[in-house]
């Protein structure tokens, strides 16, 4: 149950970071291997491809949340118009497909120009979004919507997540006391699915980096 009757925004904030690091590193990681900076052998390949396709479905189904669940919320307030927001998400979803399909080219051709190109207007796109998003939608939240509706928002997002991905890669964006005061409020069963899902995270990680 809620202890606070104010709305927690961290689990949002961390997967923004996420989102927001991981088209940036991997448009520059992309762009290395299209230029022969980086070699990309088939193994490397299929784990850049896979994460990317992971989290090309983590961004549609963050975005699917807001416009289904939190979206009506918030006109309740009729604090906010999120009309610019909706658009965006509008925009981005032919830049999610490219990607997706320059993911599979990679693991099957090893090219990855095209798939560089995307993922850059996919950072920069996502990085406006968000500071809109934050900057505008975030006050309205903590000032207009109660713990138990943030708890449904954050529930539905849970329910069609991939938890063994999503867990790990935004945990990693904690700061030392975000990641105290997370793990706490988790408890065991937290605990227990980092450890968990972190030893697959890891082993990807390392095919990614090439090692």
């Known amino acids: 149950m809620p202890t606070t009757t104010e709305p927690d925004l961290l689990g949002m904030r961390l997967a923004h970071r996420a989102m927001i690091a991981d ?12 230029a022969g900076r980086a070699n990309c052998p088939p193994r490397r390949a299929a784990a850049i491809a896979e994460y990317l396709l992971l989290l090309c479905d983590s961004i549609h189904h963050h975005h699917t949340i807001e416009d289904e669940v939190l979206w009506p919320l918030l006109r309740g307030t009729g604090a906010v118009d999120v009309r610019e927001l909706e658009d965006d998400h509008a925009q981005l979803d032919p830049i999610l ?9 990679l693991a099957r051709e090893g090219s990855a120009a095209a798939l560089s190109d995307h993922l850059g207007r996919l950072n920069a796109l996502l990085s406006e979004h968000i500071a809109d998003e934050e900057d505008t939608v975030f006050p309205v939240i903590t000032a207009h919507l109660d713990a138990e509706q943030w708890s449904a928002v954050e529930a539905a997002a849970r329910k069609g997540a991939t938890m063994s991905f999503e867990l790990p890669r935004m945990f990693g964006m904690c700061t030392p006391e975000e990641w105290e005061r997370a793990t706490a409020e988790g408890g065991l069963v937290l605990g227990l699915m980092l450890r968990w899902f972190g030893r697959g995270h890891r082993r990807r990680e390392a095919l990614i980096a090439g090692s």
């Open 23 to 34: 088209t940036a590193r991997f448009t520059d990681l992309t762009r290395d291997i299209a």
């Open 97 to 105: 497909d490219s990607v997706r399909d320059g993911a599979r080219e």
